[in-house]
């Protein structure tokens, strides 16, 4: 049974010219690589919480920057019972105004998943 403050899928994609990293969720465990983390219910609510004050659901499909050079592209998919996102970019990404600082909308995304599972993508 699935609990309901877990997402149904949940795929973070970051590609650098380094390396890819690729967060999935396994049920209720995000996977990294060879590491593993299984956040309680509290820090799934404070995730929920930091998505909803960046307005990640209103985030558009595509933020690809046409360039000669490729720095990043990052793909985010969410799916819950209720609500789903489906979210990339190349170079670029979203923004929002923050007393009256455009602040990166992907940063915030980084913080708030580096603060339920630990682990930072580097956006």
């Known amino acids: 049974m699935q609990k309901d403050y877990l997402p149904r899928e ?9 390396n890819t990293r690729r967060i999935k969720l396994d049920y209720d465990t995000l996977h990294l690589g060879d590491k593993e983390y299984t956040p309680v219910r509290g820090e799934w609510e404070e995730f929920w919480e930091k998505l909803e004050e960046i307005g990640i659901w209103d985030w558009e499909e595509n933020y ?6 490729e720095d990043y592209q990052w793909e985010i998919t969410i ?3 209720s609500i789903n996102l489906y979210s990339v970019g190349c170079n670029n990404g979203p923004v929002r105004l923050v ?3 455009f602040i990166s909308s992907l940063e915030e995304f980084g913080d708030a998943l580096e603060d339920l599972c630990g682990w930072r993508m580097d956006y």
Do not use: A, L, W
């Open 99 to 101: 007393k009256n600082e």
């Open 79 to 81: 799916i819950t019972n």
């Open 64 to 69: 690809k920057q046409c360039s000669m050079v």
């Open 10 to 18: 949940m795929v973070i994609n970051y590609t650098d010219n380094q």
